[in-house]
C-alpha cells in the first residue's frame, strides 16, 4: 500500500534552468495539494488539484510556477527560470476527498536548490 | 483568515517524561480540522493525530493526545512517555470546511529528548 510518492527526492538547478516535481498520490486519491517549505519555517499552501483541474492556486507565485494533474500520470509543478530564492523543499499531500475531517498525507518531499 | 500559533521554538525535555507542545488558532469557521504533523531530521511529514470542531472527546492515538479547548481555541498536542525517537519538528495545522482545503500551519515546535 504504498504511500504518497515524490521524485526526485534532490534536484540541483543552475540560475534560469527549469525545474520539475512530480507527485503520485496514494492510490485512491484523487485531492492532490502542493506545499513550500522554507528552511526553519512551517509549510506553506500554493496550489489544491484535482484530476485536469486546478481548484485552488491562491498561494502560487503569479509568474514562473505552474502545475497540473492530468487524467493520467502524476502531478507536476514546474518553475520556469528559477532563481536562489526557489530553493525550498516542496511537498506533495493527497486525500481521498475534500473536507476538513479529511487527513492529508505527505509525501518525502523534494529538496531544490538553486546555485 | 485561519491562523495557527506555536509559541514554543524550542522544548527540551528527559526522556520518559510527558510533554505538551502548544497550539492555538483563529478561525470564523464553525467547522474546521486540527491536524499536528511530526517531521523528523529526515525531512518526512509523518501525520500524528486529528480533532474535529464538533468531537466532544480528546483525540488520543497511542502514546498522542490531543488537549482540545474549544472556547480557549487551543489544540495542544500531549506525548506521554517521551522517546529519544521523539526528537523532531512538530507541526500544527488547521483546514476549514469552507472555502479552500489547504492546511494552515504553525511555525513549529522543535523537541528534544535528553537521554
Known amino acids: 500500500n504504498a504511500g504518497v510518492m515524490q521524485n526526485p527526492r534532490h534536484l540541483v538547478r543552475r540560475r534560469g534552468q527549469e525545474a520539475r516535481l512530480r507527485c503520485s498520490p496514494m492510490?485512491?486519491?484523487?485531492?492532490v495539494y502542493w506545499y513550500r517549505q522554507l528552511p526553519e519555517e512551517g509549510l506553506k499552501f500554493m496550489v489544491y488539484?484535482?484530476?485536469?483541474?486546478?481548484?485552488?492556486e491562491s498561494g502560487m507565485p503569479k509568474e514562473r510556477f505552474s502545475a497540473e494533474f492530468p487524467k493520467e500520470g502524476p502531478s507536476i509543478l514546474r518553475i520556469q527560470q528559477v532563481v536562489r530564492g526557489d530553493s525550498a523543499a516542496y511537498f506533495c499531500?493527497?486525500?481521498?476527498?475534500?473536507?476538513?475531517?479529511?487527513?492529508?498525507?505527505f509525501g518525502p518531499g523534494t529538496r531544490l536548490l538553486v546555485l | 483568515a485561519q491562523k495557527i500559533t506555536q509559541t514554543q521554538p524550542g522544548m527540551f525535555v528527559q526522556e520518559k517524561e510527558a510533554v505538551t507542545l502548544d497550539c492555538t488558532y483563529d478561525?470564523?469557521?464553525?467547522?474546521?480540522?486540527l491536524f499536528w504533523y511530526k517531521q523528523p531530521s529526515s525531512g518526512e511529514m509523518i501525520f500524528l493525530i486529528y480533532?474535529?470542531?464538533?468531537?466532544?472527546q480528546n483525540a488520543t492515538e497511542g502514546r498522542y493526545s490531543l488537549n482540545f479547548q474549544k472556547a480557549r481555541k487551543s489544540a495542544n498536542l500531549v506525548i506521554s512517555a517521551s522517546q529519544l525517537g521523539d526528537s523532531a519538528m512538530y507541526f500544527c495545522?488547521?483546514?476549514?470546511?469552507?472555502?479552500?482545503?489547504?492546511?494552515?500551519f504553525g511555525q513549529g515546535t522543535r523537541l528534544t529528548i535528553n537521554p
Open positions: 499531500a493527497s486525500s481521498p476527498t475534500r473536507g476538513a475531517e479529511e487527513t492529508q498525507y
Open positions: 492510490k485512491g486519491h484523487s485531492h
Open positions: 488539484l484535482q484530476k485536469e483541474n486546478i481548484i485552488d
Open positions: 478561525t470564523s469557521d464553525p467547522s474546521y480540522g
Open positions: 480533532q474535529g470542531s464538533y468531537d466532544q
Open positions: 495545522a488547521m483546514r476549514e470546511d469552507q472555502g479552500a482545503q489547504k492546511l494552515v
